[in-house]
């Protein structure tokens, strides 16, 4: 109980949504039609093709670019679409640490963090538009959650990610865009 809820809690949520990561999303799971898909319009947009002109998708198009990213990043396979979604997780588990801690036990934080860090990879099997919407969706609920006294920088802010999740995953954009008016 002291190793897990000591100081160093929240390092060790951190580091079990990674290593779930590396060890489960990364060899486990494959969704054909959907990590092709990724992998194809990612390999075209790096080929200098443009998206809706030459190569179309289903997609408002950030995710296409966030997939050509991680291409260009971690070789051109389809394996290189997940680890930019395992440093998403572990950052992920850090938000959701914090955000529960501010209003619980430190355990109930770890806990949280466990949970979002072995959830994500159940619910997500394809490194597909969701996972950057639940990234962008936690980072929104953390703004809201916190009080500012630049109200409009807050509000802005907010703005700007409701914004940037419609264009990742247009029908959970306009679900945080609801739940966001709401909370405002």
């Not at 953390?142 to 999740?165: D, H, K, N, P």
Request: proline letters at 3%; glycine letters at 10%.
């Amino acid at each position: 109980y002291r190793v897990v809820v000591g100081a160093r809690g929240e390092r060790l949520s951190v580091a079990v949504a990674t290593l779930l990561g590396g060890f489960l999303y990364a060899r486990v799971g494959w969704w054909g039609p959907d990590d092709g898909s990724y992998a194809y319009v990612g390999h075209r947009i790096l080929q200098g093709d443009v998206l809706h002109r030459d190569i179309q998708d289903i997609h408002g198009g950030y995710v296409n670019f966030l997939s050509a990213a991680a291409l260009a990043i971690f070789g051109d396979n389809i394996v290189s679409l997940r680890w930019p979604l395992v440093a998403l997780n572990a950052i992920q588990a850090v938000l959701v640490f914090y955000f529960v801690r501010k209003h619980f036990t430190r355990l109930s934080a770890i806990a949280a963090a466990f949970a979002m860090g072995g959830a994500s990879y159940i619910l997500f099997p394809t490194p597909g538009a969701s996972w950057y919407a639940l990234f962008v969706a936690i980072c929104l609920a953390v703004l809201l959650s916190e009080r500012w006294q630049a109200r409009l920088l807050q509000y802005a802010l907010c703005g700007f990610l409701c914004g940037f999740i419609f264009l990742i995953h247009q029908p959970t954009g306009v679900f945080m865009v609801m739940a966001a008016i709401c909370v405002v």
